[in-house]
């Protein structure tokens, strides 16, 4: 035997024997149906990981992986590795086994605390559990601490009154956390009937109320907040933000015990007619035309869209994050990192036999370099969309003779109140541009096809924005505006009521 090879087989054992022990990553698995807010979950543990190494591994079925490129964009510091264009459950498993090894060197590196999975919504969770203990487990490289469902409770509850299946069986048997999300969308007696449903399904499953993904990271990862620790029984009032320690295996809770439960279990949870599509344009949208899409020309079959847009009537052509999710809700911000280069529409779509040829052939139609094109009777259109804002008082309204074609309003309440709007700004602290992005956000969050921009005026106001040239007039949607502002008067402007003495 050459002098090299027995020196490196001596090297080989004296490694194992001797060698710096390998490290065993904790590992959660973040799953639901398409649109529960996964993603938006994701986001929010990176987010509030304060001193923890994260690293998040992202599946999407579809060929463009919006959502880890936005968590990417967001979290310069977190190491994100894509899944695409399929599952992890199937034609992705040897995917998803090589990513966590090149992870795993990074564990044993100290660069990484903890690995986040985030499966694609047709993925079956189970699948990816036992893939993850066949390859992993038995070598004790990986620790799978707790799967997490995040369910969106509008649509748990909405398939509850219909008589449908709340959620896929697959992944109520994986669940150990559940966060019911979206929470801000139902009542308190439909939150008390959706967690009756899982208290009954999956009786000793945590089940976590929420908003916007926003669970103490304590119940979504096996972490643990360090014990406060004041020398010489000294007080301070300075915030202290106290780290978070990986939960020892002694300490854990081993919620993940349920292998041979799930034994079987495998491949989509949705059928074969399942499928995805990506649509680019280098030319923005007209914001018209783009309101028939969401409206009365949306396309049968979607149950997700998300990527990023652009419009024609943005003088700055910013770029806006799109998402279609649930109940026909959207959400429409701006993108606080927009990539260098040219701005361009790409959004992906998730759904039940999409029709690619026609989807592709309506979004082209509502795109195009120029302005909105002004059609006959928009003059008189105008005049429609103007009274509805003026029929309430709440609003102000700014108007153009340059451009009939987008009509511009903003909520003040300064009318009803019998106050200025720097009063309100300065003498009752009340912001009225985060206001108007609230209004704009419940709004789109309504159920139906309401959807509403804002642009920004010279002086940083955000004004709400409504194209006259759709098909669909403000009047139609002028219900969901004042439901929201409804809303708002109570949440926001209550005390402005209490308070007329000046002082």
């Known amino acids: 035997m050459a002098e090299a090879s027995r020196v490196n087989i001596y090297k080989y054992h004296e490694d194992r024997a001797w060698g710096k022990a390998k490290k065993n990553l904790p590992v959660t698995i973040v799953t639901g149906p398409l649109g529960a807010g996964k993603t938006t979950t994701l986001r929010h543990i ?48 040897g995917d998803l086994v090589d990513k966590v ?15 986040v999975i985030e499966t694609s919504g047709v993925t079956d969770p189970c699948t990816v559990v036992q893939t993850l203990e066949a390859d992993f487990g038995k070598m004790f490289r990986i620790r799978l601490d707790s799967v997490v469902l995040v369910l969106d ?37 439909e939150f008390d009937k959706a967690a009756k ?23 979504i990862l096996e972490v643990r907040e360090e014990a406060s620790v004041v020398s010489g029984g000294a007080v301070t009032h300075e915030t202290v933000t106290r780290k978070f320690n990986v939960a020892a295996l002694d300490e854990k809770s081993l919620r993940t015990t349920k292998l041979a439960d799930i034994t079987g279990h495998g491949g989509h949870l949705a059928d074969e007619h399942v499928n995805s599509m990506v649509f680019e344009s280098e030319a923005p949208f007209r914001l018209g035309a783009f309101q028939d899409v969401l409206g009365p020309h949306f396309p049968p079959g979607v149950r ?74 928009t003059l008189d259109r105008s005049a429609s969309d103007v009274a509805t804002v003026e029929s309430d008082d709440r609003f102000d309204l700014k108007t153009s003779l340059d451009d009939t074609s987008v009509i511009r309003f903003r909520m003040t309440a300064c009318k009803p109140l019998e106050v200025t709007v720097e009063e309100l700004e300065e003498k009752h602290g009340v ?36 194209s006259t040239q759709s098909q669909q007039q403000l009047a139609e949607i002028w219900p969901a505006v004042t439901t929201a502002a409804d809303v708002l008067m109570k949440d926001v402007f209550a005390h402005v009521y209490a308070c007329k003495c000046g002082w």
């Open 153 to 189: 409770a509008d649509e748990v509850v909405s398939r509850i009154d219909s008589g449908d299946p709340p959620v896929h069986p697959h992944q109520l048997a994986c669940a150990d956390v559940v966060l019911l999300n979206k929470c801000d969308l139902i009542t308190s007696a």
């Open 431 to 466: 912001d009225l541009n985060r206001v108007n992005l609230e209004l704009q956000e419940r709004v789109n969050y309504t159920t139906g096809p309401s959807f509403l921009t804002f642009d920004r005026g010279d002086d940083g106001e955000v004004w709400l924005r409504y």
């Open 197 to 219: 449903y899982l208290a009954d399904t999956i009786p000793r499953v945590e089940v976590h109320r929420c908003k916007f993904g926003a669970a103490p990271l304590e119940a």
């Open 304 to 377: 997700r869209v998300k990527g990023w847009v652009f419009f024609s009537e943005d003088p700055a052509r910013q770029q806006w994050f799109f998402h279609y999710s649930g109940r026909r809700r959207f959400e429409c911000s701006i993108d606080p990192t927009p990539a260098a280069g040219q701005r361009k529409v790409r959004i992906v779509l998730i759904g039940t036999n999409l029709d690619v040829a026609a989807i592709t052939a309506l979004l082209t139609s509502a795109a195009g370099s120029a302005k909105e094109p002004v059609v006959p009777g």
């Open 46 to 93: 990176l987010q509030s990981k304060r001193n923890l190494k994260i690293a998040v591994a992202v599946n999407d079925f579809a060929a463009v992986n919006v959502d880890s490129e936005m968590i990417a964009s967001e979290s310069k510091d977190t190491g994100v590795v894509e899944l695409t264009n399929g599952c992890i459950c199937c034609s992705k498993k």
């Open 101 to 115: 090894w090149s992870i795993l060197k990074d564990a044993d590196s100290g660069n990484v605390d903890y690995l």
